[in-house]
């Protein structure tokens, strides 16, 4: 799997968006961008992925460079309870793999 | 939406006990569950995955005889910690993917808070 380079921590004013960066210059071609976050002692929550067209859901975006090397996701209105930690991990879709975190982004989200 | 339960949210024992997590998939079938443990400011480090019907998968360094795992159905799998010792206190968690669902991201339960006194 392509190893992610996040940057270690952000802080967001409440209201504004929220624009994470994430770089998976290794990228291959059969590997998914996922995007997960952990909130404070729960369990991670799954937010977004994307191939290499941009997604968009109920919770955020996802803009992917068009060499795939790198990504962003993007929390539009990012509000108190969005502050958590980030992981973007890149990983080939089939039931078998699982999940490897690195270290994510420590989003706080400040009033 | 895909839902996964694990029980008990949170449990304290004595050191030598065997303590019992469970982990199950509520809405859908899961051939394989994994496990993980979160130590305080660390990131999950993936344990074992979890094979219906066969053995786990331990990863490098995980005692398979210490962290027993059962995978007994498609929709539960126990991760079992025997003869615990206060070293052993983490925050587990599993994930599970719905195996009919190739494009389906995988998905956690709340963990399970382990002390040992």
């Known amino acids: 799997d392509a190893k992610t380079t996040q940057p270690p921590s952000m802080d967001c004013a409440e209201g504004r968006a929220a624009n994470l960066p994430c770089n998976h210059s290794?990228?291959?071609?059969?590997?998914?961008v996922y995007w997960y976050r952990q909130i404070h002692s729960q369990g991670p929550q799954y937010i977004i992925h994307?191939?290499?067209n941009n997604e968009t859901n109920e919770m955020a975006s996802l803009i992917i460079t068009e060499d795939r090397k790198s990504s962003t996701l993007i929390l539009p209105h990012a509000t108190l309870r969005d502050t958590a930690v980030y992981y973007c991990?890149?990983?080939?879709?089939?039931?078998?793999?699982?999940?490897?975190f690195g270290g994510g982004t420590r989003l706080m989200v400040k009033p | 939406g895909a839902v996964v339960s694990q029980h008990p949210s949170w449990v304290i024992c004595k050191s030598g006990t065997s303590v019992k997590i469970e982990c199950r998939s509520l809405?859908?079938?899961?051939?394989?569950m994994f496990w993980y443990r979160q130590f305080p400011k660390q990131s999950l480090m993936l344990m074992a995955t979890?094979?219906?019907?066969?053995?786990?998968?331990?990863e490098q360094g995980v005692e398979k005889d210490k962290f027993l795992i059962n995978h007994a159905s498609l929709t539960l799998s126990t991760l079992t910690v025997t003869s615990a010792h206060p070293e052993d206190s983490s925050f587990y968690i599993c994930?599970?993917?719905?195996?009919?669902?190739?494009?389906?991201?995988?998905?956690f339960g709340d963990g399970t808070r382990l002390s040992i006194l």
């Open positions: 994930s599970a993917r719905d195996y009919y669902q190739g494009n389906q991201p995988q998905h």
């Open positions: 290794t990228i291959s071609g059969n590997e998914y």
């Open positions: 994307g191939l290499k």
């Open positions: 991990i890149a990983l080939p879709v089939y039931a078998g793999n699982m999940l490897t």
């Open positions: 809405d859908f079938q899961a051939t394989t």
């Open positions: 979890s094979n219906e019907g066969s053995k786990a998968t331990y």
